[in-house]
């Protein structure tokens, strides 16, 4: 073999400079000629392909036939089991696809094997004419002529500003969507209390049962809901802000800052379960590395340095709920939150 | 005035076209469509498909409307799923679970429904790269291949508004996410979320207004845009493949009636009857596993449908805070800190801005870029445009890691590999993947390209090795017929255009702008053979055999 | 032969070439993944030979890592009051002994007999109260609630163990296993015992009621399958994303393809 231009764009010859330019083409040979087709020169073969169709349209008639026998007599209302479920969904399904699918292969097979295959060709016109164009300037001016419009600017100016008003109500009229008919400082204020508060319980999720410090040992995870949720008025909204992991770890082990030392109990530490990034419940607890990892996007947070973020998208600690033992040994809230739990928000600040 | 010469038909048949015809001009229209020619090519067919799952959506959609009820009130479930019973839920969780046990075929009919729709926006996908890498959208196609993004867009918001209506644990965290999200944008975030909610997250509000969305208005403006983007691909007739015989001036293929309108509806059957089997054979979406939405758990793999996974993704590779930095800022103002979370923000608009933004000024970028204005009905073949190949290959590789690292866990866990190190190196991968893509596209387009000439020039290797009388081997080349050699040779080929002085012979900086990145995407280019090479070619091949056998008989 | 490579040029030889080759690593992970089902091991009542026996075997098997008196090491955590729940979940299910180290101990094939692993765990259970292997009685599936038990699965367990019970990821490299074929008692033990990483949920925590309702509830969606068909490893919209844009288009590009070819 011998040089069949190799080599790098500066050398081989194949490769143009962007300067020199290509002048002469290859002539247009036109469309390749027509190839027949089987059943084109063979009689039999077009019967052949008709039978096809018709066996294939039959194949339809059969899976609609099937789809009603599988809905009437594989289904019946009420209590049916899933694998019954499954057998009656599966039927329906090769029911309607063959009833489908015979209908549009035997169609696609009629049209590629019976109809003609001869290539045809159409030309492109114009898209725009100039003669169009002129056309319609002309009477695009005629009407701005006739109705003044330029004539007669207070006209113009004064609509330009009642169009540019008329819209603003319709916005406006959105004000309501917010259902609680809070004022706007009442809306971000909300987010900064939960339902917990000193001396509430801490209770199990969902029965709602209180907890002695002693049920706590370590390793556990308790999945923590403030007492009287169950009972509150819009339960979900309450449960999205007020819910908790209650995890004990060895005192030792945990690093606390200045002001937070009677938060816990004996190492029983109580985290909001909101992430601080878009606020999925955060409640993968490693009893070992004492990690809390979010399932939606892996933001992982280091239970012994006060949840402190270690990985993933989270931009700041979770808010720690300070917990106490009350005279029953029930484990009780110290206070709210210090801090908003969930993600941070424009008004968050620090 | 009675009119003595007009037609009266005689059949029955004939007598109701000519009614109709008489009325409302059929004539005009079957005159202009019965034999419009549309070209024939499989990959022409995605949009096609996109249409028709539409169509099956509308189909499946009305018909879980009749069973659906979009309340957030809660109730008992009692219906016939056991590990459900006597759960409290919302109403919309509970007639979702109904449709499933206790329709007969509604559980077939909401798998149609959601297999449909995943289906949906991957033929948009598909059909749009199409577009792309062929350069379809080029001059006088530029609006449709905006209203096809917009298009794209309202498709994940139909899917969106859909994935969250049956109100389970899955679409609820998604929900939060979405709350999460807005709550981030700063200024409004906070009261856009309250609004949207109408109220605190998730409030009672929610389902109800995106049912609204995702039953009328979503879908009407994907009618309205669909009979728009239809009506100009009709203006416009379809574009077509380069080849012997095709032109800019004409459209090569067959007419509607019959072969056309035959396959086209006959395809229609094809992807019902694809979908029905899918949805027949395939479970999706069993909200009976996730159980009804409460603020408390969350179940591992939770995700979004595949379309919205390249936001999830870039949510996932953000790190929130690197060392001792933290990307949620306080910015102290008068009144009190504020605080602007990046954490969120940036992957949230940024990557999936910038790849619309690119994707919708595309055709403009390289109009001027390469100061062609003129009309394109010709495809070309994606390697003869290596600079717009690679930058799709780079966009689809950017879209690629993001999606990915929307199933970081599942990857993790199902090849056995660390959770962080998947976030680690996609996080790499995010800023060094679509360069290398771009480079190794444009590459290999490059020697597709020189593989092209070759074979023009001096044939395709046919396999034979023929012995010359001295006892020397050489491959037997076969030259190419004039079809093929056209089809290699005729593309349109971009070349650098250096800054062009204006009418005042001033080169503004803009137009050094373009001239650079002119340079950079056209400065390596491989020229279509023109027939002055092809007859030097030849001349020179006689030649090159006798080097050919010369080395032969030296190496023995 | 010739037959053979004149299809291999034909345009739909890459896609069934494609399909195939993706039928074929599927069916492999499959299998590769199905994960053999431990058997549960009948409870017997502990005499002091049975201890005497298992302290002979934990010399022997467990000393290196445990220490002689069971008292932990460098490369094994004491094991004085993990109870005999903990010794019949890891050895039950094959983690212990352990083949190496790594981020946790996997299950793998079991490597005593049912009353080898009955006498160690009187054994431990003899160094340290602590949680014992559950009864019939607590096990019986019969008795529990499988919709409270899918109510408390779904707020204790479902955020690692997914919702379907699949499996999920955990942080660099450790995973919480999929529940699938886990025997009822060892669903059991794990909860009491919190094994590797997993928390401890105590009897204060889930009570032992509500834990025969969590395994009732796994038995029964474990015993349902799926209702709509194939669950492509109920793994959520990631698997159904990938089916639609590997065989869902797969499909309908082998069609799109037969259309528009022309026939011979």
């Known amino acids: 073999m011998g040089d069949h231009s190799h ?241 004990r770890m060895d005192p030792q082990e945990m690093n606390i800052s200045e002001g937070r030392e009677d938060w816990n109990v004996d190492g029983i530490v109580a985290y909001s379960k909101i992430c601080t990034h878009v606020g999925c419940p955060i409640a993968l607890y490693e009893q070992h590395t004492h990690h809390l990892l979010c399932p939606c996007h892996q933001s992982t947070f280091d239970l012994a340095n006060e949840c402190k973020v270690v990985f993933g998208p989270a931009g700041h600690a979770l808010p720690q709920l300070p917990i106490m033992v009350d005279a029953e040994g029930y484990l009780v809230a110290r206070s709210d939150f210090h801090e908003p739990v969930g993600p941070a928000y424009w008004e968050r600040g620090q | 005035m009675a ?88 109403t919309a969780m509970a007639s979702t679970l109904d449709i499933s046990f206790d329709v007969r075929g509604g559980l077939f009919m909401r798998q149609v429904h959601h297999w449909s729709a995943l289906l949906f926006v991957a033929s948009l996908s598909v059909h749009m790269l199409r577009v792309f890498f062929t350069g379809a959208f080029r001059r006088p196609r530029e609006l449709n291949w905006v209203v096809g993004g917009v298009l794209l867009i309202m498709g994940l918001a139909a899917g969106f508004t859909g994935y969250s209506l049956p109100d389970d644990l899955l679409s609820g965290n998604g929900l939060r996410i979405i709350d999460g999200v807005m709550k981030a944008l700063p200024v409004v975030g906070t009261y856009l979320s309250m609004f949207f909610f109408g109220g605190e997250f998730p409030g009672e509000h929610v389902i109800p207004r995106l049912y609204s969305l995702h039953i009328m208005i979503v879908p009407a403006v994907i009618i309205l845009l669909l009979v728009i983007h239809l009506f100009m691909v009709v203006t416009h007739k379809h574009t077509q493949y380069p080849g012997p015989g095709r032109t800019n001036d004409n459209v090569v293929g067959f007419p509607v009636g019959p072969v056309y309108a035959a396959k086209a509806g006959g395809f229609f059957f094809i992807v019902f009857g694809i979908v029905a089997f899918i949805s027949g054979i395939f479970q999706i979406n069993p909200v009976w596993n996730y159980g009804p939405y409460d603020p408390s758990p969350v179940s591992a793999g939770t995700q979004p449908d595949w379309y919205i996974g390249f936001v999830d993704g870039a949510l996932r590779l953000m790190p929130g805070v690197l060392g001792d ?135 395709r290797e046919a396999g034979i090795i023929q012995m010359s009388p001295e006892g020397g081997f050489s491959e037997k080349h076969e030259e190419v017929d004039v079809y093929k050699r056209y089809l290699l040779t005729n593309f349109n080929d971009n070349q650098y255009i250096p800054a062009q002085p204006d009418a005042a012979g001033h080169i503004s900086r803009k137009e050094k702008r373009r001239a650079k990145i002119s340079k950079f995407f056209f400065e390596d280019r491989v020229a279509p053979v023109t027939p002055s090479e092809l007859a030097a070619a030849k001349a020179a091949h006689g030649h090159h055999e006798v080097e050919g056998e010369k080395q032969d008989s030296i190496e023995k | ?121 009187a054994f431990v259970a003899s160094l340290g109260a602590g949680p014992a292997i559950p009864d019939e009685e607590s096990l019986d599936t019969t008795k529990g609630d499988a919709a409270h038990g899918g109510t408390v699965f779904r707020v204790n367990c479902a955020m690692c163990h997914n919702a379907a019970a699949a499996g999920g990821a955990l942080t660099r490299g450790k995973f919480a296993p999929t529940l699938a074929g886990v025997s009822e008692k060892h669903i059991y033990e794990a909860m009491v015992t919190g094994p590797q990483n997993m928390p401890v949920f105590n009897d204060s925590n889930i009570t032992p009621d509500e834990k025969r309702d969590v395994v009732t509830f796994l038995k029964t969606i474990e015993a349902n399958g799926s209702a709509g068909g194939v669950a492509l490893g109920s793994l959520g919209p990631v698997a159904e994303g990938l089916f639609v844009w590997t065989a869902g288009l797969g499909i309908i590009i082998a069609f799109t393809i037969w259309l528009t070819s022309r026939p011979s």
């Open chain 3, 1 to 121: 032969m010739k037959a053979l490579s004149k299809k291999r040029r034909h345009p739909l030889a890459a896609v069934a070439l494609l399909l195939f080759g993706l039928l074929i690593t599927g069916s492999l992970y499959t299998a590769a993944g199905s994960i053999s089902e431990a058997k549960a091991a009948d409870t017997t009542t502990a005499s002091q030979s049975d201890v005497d026996e298992g302290g002979k075997l934990f010399v022997a098997n467990c000393a290196t890592c445990h220490g002689m008196n069971a008292e932990g090491t460098n490369s094994g955590p004491s094991l004085i009051g993990v109870g005999a729940a903990s010794v019949d979940f890891q050895v039950g299910t094959g983690r212990m002994p352990m083949q190496m180290q790594g981020p946790q101990a996997q299950a793998k094939p079991v490597q005593f007999t049912d009353e080898q692993i009955s006498q160690l765990a």
């Open chain 2, 3 to 90: 009119t003595t010469n007009e037609y009266t038909p005689s059949t029955a048949t004939g007598r109701l076209a000519n009614f109709v015809d008489t009325r409302v001009g059929a004539s005009t229209i079957v005159k202009e469509f019965g034999r419009k020619i549309f070209p024939d090519h499989w990959s022409f067919m995605f949009g096609e498909v996109a249409l028709y799952t539409f169509v099956l959506l509308l189909l499946s959609g009305t018909f879980l409307t009749f069973f659906f009820d979009p309340s957030m009130a809660h109730v008992v479930y009692e219906g016939s799923y056991v590990p459900l019973k006597g759960i409290g839920m919302s």
């Open chain 1, 7 to 247: 080599g790098s764009p500066e050398n081989s010859g194949t490769v143009a400079k962007a300067d020199d330019v290509a002048q002469d083409r290859f002539p247009d040979p036109g469309l390749p000629p027509h190839r027949p087709r089987l059943a084109d020169r063979d009689p039999r073969a077009a019967k052949r392909h008709e039978r096809q169709v018709a066996l294939l349209f039959t194949i339809s008639i059969i899976g609609t036939l099937f789809f009603f026998v599988s809905y009437f007599v594989l289904g019946h209302l009420g209590d049916m089991t899933f694998a019954e479920l499954r057998v009656q969904n599966a039927a329906l399904g090769l029911g309607t696809a063959f009833a489908m699918l015979g209908i549009g292969v035997g169609i696609v097979h009629w049209a590629k094997t019976l109809m003609p295959d001869h290539e045809l060709v159409e030309s492109r016109h114009e898209i725009r004419t100039e003669a169009d164009r002129q056309d319609a300037v002309e009477i695009v001016d005629t009407i701005i002529e006739e109705s003044g419009i330029k004539r007669r600017p207070l006209i113009r100016n004064s609509l330009i500003g009642a169009i540019a008003l008329a819209p603003i109500p319709a916005i406006f009229m959105f004000r309501d969507l917010e259902r609680s008919g809070k004022t706007a400082g009442e809306m971000v204020e909300q987010l900064r209390h939960t339902m917990w508060d000193t001396g509430v319980r801490l209770t199990r999720d969902p029965s709602g049962t209180p907890i002695k410090a002693s049920d706590v040992q370590i390793g556990s995870a308790f999945h923590v809901i403030p007492e009287g949720l169950n009972e509150a008025e819009d339960v979900l909204n309450e449960k999205a802000k007020a819910v908790v992991l209650l995890m």
């Open chain 2, 325 to 459: 930095f933290s990307f949620v800022w306080n910015i102290p103002f008068p009144w009190g800190d504020n605080s602007l979370v990046l954490s969120v923000l940036l992957p949230a608009l940024v990557p999936a801005g910038a790849l619309f933004t690119v994707m919708f000024a595309w055709p403009w970028i390289e109009r001027w870029v390469t100061k062609d204005n003129r009309e394109h009905h010709l495809l070309d073949r994606p390697r003869n445009a290596p600079f717009r190949t690679a930058m799709g290959a780079a966009g689809v590789v950017f879209y690629c890691v993001m999606w990915a690292a929307a199933s970081s866990d599942l990857i993790a866990t199902h090849f056995h590999v660390a959770l962080n190190d998947v976030t680690y190196w996609l996080r790499a991968l995010f800023f060094v993947g679509p360069l290398v893509a771009f480079w190794l596209t444009r590459r290999i387009c490059l020697s597709l390209q020189r593989k092209d000439r070759e074979i023009v020039l001096h044939g």
